[in-house]
């Protein structure tokens, strides 16, 4: 039995629910606020170690590492003992409170998978960019945790997101931690405030919809970044072009895309303002003078997963948003078929429109 509260069968006890609702805050927090720190504290209560709490402030080498916060070992062992008793034979998610403890339930299962496979996404993520494709051999292992733990009779868990989906998404998180904190050096609050912004513009403030829906449809969307010269506008492209969601190959048994074919710079001001569109969108065989064969524009050559990073896009055209927002448009020429790439695009803080 794991819980009887005023005398109602439930799955967690008082104490237990209130831990797990505290945890759910947290996993759809953005890691890069207060308030992802400020879940962990009510999560452990007592038990919350002061020393480093502020990781999201530390150095990235400091922060990173899995097993290295003192607050996060404690919640994974105390998820992992939830998690692993809640899903014993006999433990039914049913009652007046079974809506409200599947949610709890299915949180706290998220964090324990995601954290026990977080080592292995990081050596996923380094043997990626060395041999050019991210492998996952261990899929097989996290599909059987996965339906072990998610797999309730009578219940659908997680609106019956399938394991490769969900495994997908667990990459993409970690990946994008990973690039948009280690990617960008230091320690002060307002680059932390960055970072919080970078990672909202992947994921949105709603990271449960995030997850449910929109991660499908987040390479249409276009990404403005303004700055002075010098300010790291092309970091920040760099942290949101290796950010993107990669589908899961079962079959593969690697993760869509190439890692060195994620990221397209290209320095608009460096084109012939005449040009600009042929260099993008690519022209066919007479379609002006001089064009005396097709030629295949920079965004058809970017790949589905890859990111176009249009710099200093101000310094060429009168209306930016004119040219750069043709890329999802739907009139393009019939060479694109259905590929979209997602677009990075710049203002100096001069050129702004």
Known sequence: ????????????????????????????????????????????????????????????????????????????????????????????????????????????????????????????????????????????????????????????????????????????????????????????????????????????????RYRRSLFARMGEITTLITGESGTGKELVAQALARSRHLPFDVRRGLFAGYPDQLFFPLNIAALSPTLIESELFGHRRGAFTGALTDRVGWLEVCPAEGTVFLDEIGSRCRNPGETASRAPDAQLPATWGKRTASLCRTHCGGHES
Do not use: K
Not at 29 to 53: M, S, T, W, Y
Not at 133 to 145: N, T
Not at 168 to 193: D, E, M
């Open 1 to 208: 039995m794991l819980g009887i509260v005023s005398g109602v069968m439930g799955l967690f006890t008082v104490a237990e629910a209130g831990f797990a609702d505290a945890v759910s805050r947290l996993i759809y927090a953005n890691p890069f606020l207060p308030e992802r720190i400020e879940a962990e504290r009510e999560a452990l209560a007592a038990d919350f170690v002061r020393e480093g709490a502020q990781w999201n402030l530390q150095p990235s080498e400091a922060a990173g590492g899995v097993g290295t916060q003192p607050n996060l070992a404690l919640l994974r062992r105390r998820v992992d003992e939830l998690v692993e008793r809640a899903a014993i034979p006999g433990s039914e998610i049913g009652g007046r409170h079974a809506a409200i403890d599947a949610e709890r339930y299915a949180d706290l299962v998220l964090f324990a998978l995601f954290h026990r496979y977080c080592a292995r996404f990081d050596e996923t993520i380094a043997g990626g960019e060395g041999a050019g494709a991210y492998r996952a051999p261990y899929y097989r292992e996290f599909l059987v945790e996965a339906e072990r733990f998610l797999r309730r009779p009578g219940v659908t868990l997680l609106d019956g997101c399938p394991p490769e989906a969900l495994f997908a998404f667990f990459f993409q998180v970690r990946r994008a931690f990973v690039h948009i904190h280690r990617s960008l050096v230091g320690a002060s609050r307002p680059l932390a405030q960055l970072r919080a912004a970078i990672w909202q513009s992947v994921f949105t403030h709603d990271m449960r």
